[in-house]
């Protein structure tokens, strides 16, 4: 197969076309990973001024992949350097990642307050329940176009900022000055495959701490159970509930995004799901966190002082609602990673 | 096997302990079953004093089943006479219901409500979320407790009227004074087993006209759609959905009763499920009605003038947990119904 050089000028090509060599260096494959996504930053950069949003996402991807491979590759280059680097890309990441959200959160309530209020029985139009859910629907839209236009103001100064312009420059550094270690120079399956096993072993461990075997069993009511719990002033116990789920989530990203790097150069590890897969779960659990951010949203406008009862009822309904999705994605998850994974051995009977 | 006649005194035995034999008629056949019944109906009457609450459930049990036998085995019996004493049965039951039903509501919405403020997170303890919870359940207890008392009232009202005693003598009467039909001299087997089959059949039309595909898709959000659709005057939406679904249920019930009346006498309808099947459908359809109604008691409390938007944000959760309920129980129906019941030949691909 045809080699290329991991210094040679980069193509605006997809990551998945790199092509692969079995008798390349792992920091020629890292290299290579990281030089292609920090081209696609690079044309996010030039792409911001026409379309802003595709911007943002481009922007997003290359930021995550390149962390992620900073992340699970860590070894291979120099720490001090990646970390701080890794630190400036998460930043960033966050800052972009703000206004999407809103549109997210809000998108997804407007449609789940539509689904709620199908009148399949005829009943009147206004009735007292219709009337609290437009309220609702209006109170939602205001207090989220509101944070929305506040992290599109904090998107553009991020922009404009010195720190940014450092993150960029870092970034176009990457594809010429990469600090390697001297455990880069290994062939790329002997350094690549045991980093790429370690960070799924986090996420096996990370997932096989979950209550699976209760989200597999549909209506459990376990995301259900903090609905009236949380205490007004921080939302505590929907989020010690899904915190361990969310960092699932992220750990379900380090493991793709690590598969995406070996790209044929160095076999997988074994027992590793395919990214195919790895997408599905990473779809489920994006869609857990969601709606367990949207629920969140909804019982922060539910503290809004001088709301009329009706206003707080369809906010309760919507909550609840929302709870019942974070259960539905759990639940998805549960199923598609018994397919995924196989089962610990079972613990010897009592 | 030894033989009793259905003329003999009854001793007070459960109704599976009729001795079979395959050269009964089907008009000795149905007397044994409204005779034990009826035998039923005159111990809890007895009962009555000392114990109101199993009089209550034994006499509910025995004015159904007599019920659901004169209905479907209607040929057998002098028709005008078994619509008027069905209608008779009828008016008892459902007064003796009301007092246990709105028991079954407060049990279940106190239940809803503890898991539902199950704090897991640690939160402070009386949060605007408990107070708003503690407050709803305050008014739930407050106005199902007024109607229990008001239906134990109509219970007390009942057992002391001459309408009640005009009941009591016709069930005694039951015993030793049917009015057969000259189509109830038949064997047994030739009579009673094709109207088991009509009773099976319309349930299996109605099961099969209930949207059981969408039912059997956990989290399929359907029983959901109506929660803020309903209008404050009427929880239309609601139960245009549901009663295609009650309707099931008393079918399930009768299908149940009239294989309890064929008793070995007569085979039961080929591809009828067995009674405790039937049973595991009935149940899960009992549980759909439960939620269904205490989800309207919750409904109809939001509608309560000056509640405070906490206790209303508290109502909708518990509203949209009770139609989650809903949603639960006609999925576990769809799975049990799919066991028991061979699919309809699919129809031709378009």
Redesign the interface.
């Known amino acids: 197969m045809a080699q290329r050089h991991p210094d040679s000028p980069l193509a605006p090509t997809a990551p998945g076309a790199h092509l692969p060599s079995a008798d390349r260096t792992g920091g020629e494959v890292l290299a290579a990973y990281l030089g292609a996504h920090a081209g696609e930053f690079l044309r996010a950069l030039r792409l911001g001024e026409e379309d802003e949003a595709s911007a943002v996402q481009l922007m997003r991807g290359s930021a995550r992949r390149i962390s992620a491979a900073l992340h699970t590759y860590e070894p291979l280059v120099e720490a001090v350097w990646a970390e701080r680097l890794r630190g400036e890309l998460g930043w960033l990441n966050a800052t972009l990642s703000r206004e999407q959200q809103c549109a997210v959160h809000l998108a997804r309530l407007r449609s789940a ?1 539509a ?10 139009a206004r ?4 009337v ?2 437009a309220r609702a629907g209006a109170l939602l839209e205001r207090q989220l176009t509101l944070v929305r236009t506040r992290a599109h103001s904090s998107t553009l100064q991020a922009f404009g900022s010195s720190r940014f312009h450092a993150v960029a420059d870092s970034v176009a550094l990457l594809v010429s000055e990469l600090p390697l270690t001297t455990a880069a120079a290994a062939p790329a399956p002997r350094v690549l495959t045991p980093l790429a096993e370690a960070a799924h072993r986090r996420l096996v461990e990370a997932a096989q701490a979950l209550p699976l075997a209760v989200a597999a069993r ?2 459990n ?1 376990y995301a ?11 939302a ?6 899904d915190a361990p789920w969310h960092r699932t989530r992220a750990l379900v990203r380090l493991s793709r995004y690590a598969l995406e790097v070996l790209d044929g150069a160095a076999p997988p590890p074994a027992g590793s799901p395919n990214a195919a897969r790895l997408h599905g779960a990473a779809r489920a659990l994006d869609r857990h966190r969601e709606a367990a951010d949207a629920a969140a949203a909804v019982a922060g406008a ?2 809004t002082p001088r ?15 929302q709870r ?2 974070v ?2 994605a759990r ?1 998805a998850f549960s199923h598609m990673w018994q397919g995924m994974v196989p089962a610990p051995a079972p613990a010897t009977a009592p």
Do not use: C, N
């Open positions: 307050l689904r709620l209020t199908s009148d399949e029985g005829g009943g009147q009735s007292t329940m219709a609290g859910a549909p209506y009511g259900l159970r903090t609905v009236l719990a949380e205490s007004p002033a921080d505590g116990a929907d989020e010690a509930q539910a503290r709301i009329t009862p009706a206003t707080a009822y369809a906010l309760g309904v919507l909550h609840t609602d019942s999705e259960e539905a639940y």
